[in-house]
């Protein structure tokens, strides 16, 4: 009895600790708890207008946003905002050394001057609970057999509820660790067209300094149309398409804000895991973040490198700079997140207390049994997703050719087939218009030097240089090594196909089964494949079989969770699902002695620019528009607000969600989290977690005030009261 009492007292401080504003929440599955906690915040929408599948709702106003963000309807005419880092590959692919819309920003004048963009966005147009279905198929089956069933399942499920004709496209998604599943069924829009962006002065401001921190004074938006066939329905570009009508868009946010204010996120964040176990927690924040960090710090300095010494290099690298960027500040404020919140200690004392519970009941002993199986699951094989991780940031993130060697693979396994279809020539433009685009955007003096610091923190992360430097005395290993992989990258980028524009189109025009040969001798060809066949047939699999196995026992453990303690508020993680948080408006105090407001003004730009810090540089306008105090009506009394943050639960992917007021009125975009904030992937900390938003009304003062829009805001609906 003794045990279980302080088994319950700390089931109650670690739900104290967790119930403020933690969860991200299925509109399907709003339980009246939560709906109950929301309206005691401040919330006054119902459960239907919130989502609803037969009339219009909120939902029918977000939107997913490209590949990986979230966007808003905000006008009848089907105008979207979202971030302008998630907008930033289409500005970046519309401008060039004269037309520069990301130095000097841009917005349409008409509809006839928004710009084609090769985005697309997707509706949710509803979701279906198949867990019966999938669960029943499943009975009796387990490890590989089960997975593989359950895989032909959701295909077979896929597939029933898609309809290419119409674009519509099914989603079904494992919640709750494989205990529901629930099928997500979308619309694609692929006509998208640019209609505006500040300047990166604006849009980007405080740059690499300034991201993921707080106090923050970026506006981070950009401004997109969607357009549709005469008929309202997804068509392919056409100047003949039409602005979409939307059955719902987003009311702006006029009124005065004050700290304490109901705040709701709308969108689709990527990825938590907040199940992890204990001594998952400790290889993260050891040994997988750390080494990912430094992969990026090298690529990082390459590249910052080059784009300080030319515009045209800056130009090529903005994007890719900043998608390099984003996950690398934010695992190093991740990790100090996680030390200052003792999440280790935390999570012993959690899986103590679970277990506890579990031994409390006949019954309930697989729950404590699993504890132990998935700790001991980790120490053994964590050196797998070690090697998978590393190889992750060396295939995807390093060296850029490798992109043009993997499109390569299609051409040389199905050459046969198609020279002998007819399809040889058409496969062969294809991959040249790809090329062009690739080449539009590369410098090869930058690749190279990324591919020698990137190649040698492979090989030695992976321990591969010892078998290189075998034969080679110990005392000298070292130089030897270096000097050994510069030597490879000099002959691959002086020689290689792939490293030079000309050598590569030369290649493909005169393409024959020779060719193939060819390539067998182009060592960027073979270092690639010398590394990443290993990778692929041998790393990935291990890595899906140990996924698998902790999977497998994951689901267990989450089953003991809402088994054991029915009354807590149980939520899903993040899968890129459409989710909404909730929360208020309001600053912190995440460390002793310091104190953050909830909000900051255009007074904090002027002082940040007063530092003289490049990543704080502003074009004249703005010093003119601040000296003259001259922030027309989207001022609060004689402030021009920013940025705010909210106690709201936010992780990538709710990059550009709409933050709605207690009447789902826009009052911003979610653009970050503070650096305290981003181990709330893992665990959230109330104290600490704030999402960080770009102020609508500071967004409408950069469009019509500072860039002569107004035209836009007019399409677009103010709530003054």
Known sequence: MRKLFFAAVLLISMASRAVA???????????????????????????????QINKPSLKDAIIIFGGGCTGEIVSSKGLIFTNHHCGYDAIASASSVEKNYLRDGFYAKTTTEEIQTSLSVQFLLRIDDVTKEVMDSLQGLTGTERLQKQAAVLAVINKRLSNAAESIETRVSSLFKGNQFLAFVYQRYSDIRLVGTPPESVGKFG??????????????????????????????????????????????????????????????PGQTEQHVVSSYLKFIIEKERPARIHMRDLSLAVIDEGMKNSDLTRIQYSAKQASIANAWKKWIGQIEGLKNLQAVQLKLEEEKAYKDMALSKPEWKKYAEVVNQLNTLVEKDQQIEFKYAMGAEYFSYGPE?????????????????????????????????????????????????????????????????????????????????????????????????????????????????????????????????????????????????????????????????????????????????????????????????????????????????????????????????????????????????????????????????????????????????????????????????????????????????????????????????
């Open 401 to 721: 050719y490798f992109k043009l060697v993997r499109g390569m693979e299609d051409l040389v396994t199905n050459y046969t087939k198609y020279a002998e279809n007819g399809e040889l020539a058409k496969v062969i433009e294809k991959m040249k218009t790809s090329a062009e685009g690739f080449f539009k955007n590369y410098n090869s003096d930058v690749d190279l030097h990324i591919f020698m610091d990137q190649t040698k923190a492979y090989l030695d992360y992976n321990e591969q240089w010892k078998e290189i430097t075998k034969d080679v005395k110990y005392s000298v290993a070292n130089e030897w090594f270096v000097n050994y992989v510069n030597g490879i990258a000099t002959d691959i980028y002086s020689h290689s196909i792939f490293t030079n524009q000309e050598r590569y189109m030369a290649f493909l025009s005169s393409f024959s089964d020779k060719s193939i040969k060819k390539l067998n001798k182009d060592l960027g060809y073979t270092h690639f494949y010398q590394y990443f066949q290993s990778f692929r047939n041998e790393t990935v699999p291990a890595y899906r079989s140990f996924q698998t196995s902790v999977n497998n026992l994951m689901q267990v453990y989450v089953e003991g969770k809402y088994t054991m303690f029915p009354d807590k508020k149980h939520w899903p993680d993040a899968n890129s699902t459409l989710r909404i948080t909730y929360g208020q408006l309001e600053g912190s105090a995440p460390t002793d002695g310091m104190r953050y407001t909830e909000h900051t003004t255009l007074d904090g730009i002027i002082a940040k620019y007063n530092t003289g810090n490049p990543d704080f540089d502003l074009l004249p306008r703005m010093v003119e528009l601040h000296a003259a105090k001259n922030y027309g009506p989207y001022a609060q009394g004689d402030e021009l607000w920013v940025c705010f943050t909210g106690s709201n639960h936010t992780t990538g992917g709710n990059s550009g969600s709409p933050v709605l007021d207690k009447n789902g009125y826009l009052m911003g975009l979610n653009f970050d989290r503070s650096w305290e904030s981003t181990m709330s992937d893992y665990l959230f900390d109330p104290n600490r977690c704030r999402n960080i938003v770009v102020d609508i009304r500071y967004v409408l003062w950069v469009m019509d005030i500072y860039s002569d829009a107004k035209h836009l805001v007019d399409e677009m609906t103010l709530m003054k009261e």
């Open 21 to 51: 504003d933690e969860g991200m929440w299925l509109p399907l599955l709003l339980g009246k708890q939560v709906y109950d906690d929301m309206v005691k915040k401040g919330l006054k929408l119902t459960k239907e207008q919130l989502y």
């Open 207 to 268: 740059g690499d300094t300034d991201n993921w921190v707080w106090p923050r004074h970026t506006g981070d938006f950009s401004v997109f149309r969607i357009y549709a066939g005469k008929d309202n329905k997804p068509a392919a570009y056409s100047p003949d398409n039409v602005p979409y009508t939307p059955l719902h868009y987003l009311p702006i946010s006029f009124q005065n804000r004050q700290e304490g204010d109901f705040t709701m996120v709308y969108g689709f």
